[in-house]
Nanobody
Framework: VQLQASGGGSVQTEDSLRLSCGAS????????VGWFRQAPGKEREGISC???????SYRDSVKGRFTVSRDVARNRVYLQMNSLKPEDTAVYYC?????WGQGTQVTVSS
C-alpha cells in the first residue's frame, strides 16, 4: 500500500499548479483524503480534505484559491492550486488514515 503526491514545482506568484495524489494497492474512492503541507521550520498543517461523498473543506488561507477533487476512474485525488503566493511554499502531502504519501515540493517566488 503506497500513497504518492506529485505535480509540484517552482512557479511565480499568481501561477497555478495541480497536485495529484495516487495510490497503489487500494482504492482512494473508499476513503477520505486529506492534503497537508509543511513549510521549512513550521509544523505540518492540514489544508484540505475530500470525503467519500465529495464533501470538501479548506483551511481559511487557501479558501477560494485551492480546489480538491476526485477522479474515480483514475483512482486519484487532485488539488488545484490557483493564485499561488510565496507563503504557499512547502512540501505538500496527501494523507489517508494511517498512511502518509511521499510529498511533493511547491516553491512560489515573488
Amino acid at each position: 500500500v503506497q500513497l504518492q503526491a506529485s505535480g509540484g514545482g517552482s512557479v511565480q506568484t499568481e501561477d497555478s499548479l495541480r497536485l495529484s495524489c495516487g495510490a497503489s494497492g487500494f482504492s482512494l474512492n473508499n476513503v477520505a483524503v486529506g492534503w497537508f503541507r509543511q513549510a521549512p521550520g513550521k509544523e505540518r498543517e492540514g489544508i484540505s480534505c475530500i470525503s467519500t461523498s465529495a464533501f470538501t473543506s479548506y483551511r481559511d488561507s487557501v479558501k477560494g484559491r485551492f480546489t480538491v477533487s476526485r477522479d474515480v476512474a483514475r483512482n486519484r485525488v487532485y488539488l488545484q492550486m490557483n493564485s499561488l503566493k510565496p507563503e504557499d511554499t512547502a512540501v505538500y502531502y496527501c494523507y489517508i488514515p494511517d498512511i502518509w504519501g511521499q510529498g511533493t515540493q511547491v516553491t512560489v517566488s515573488s
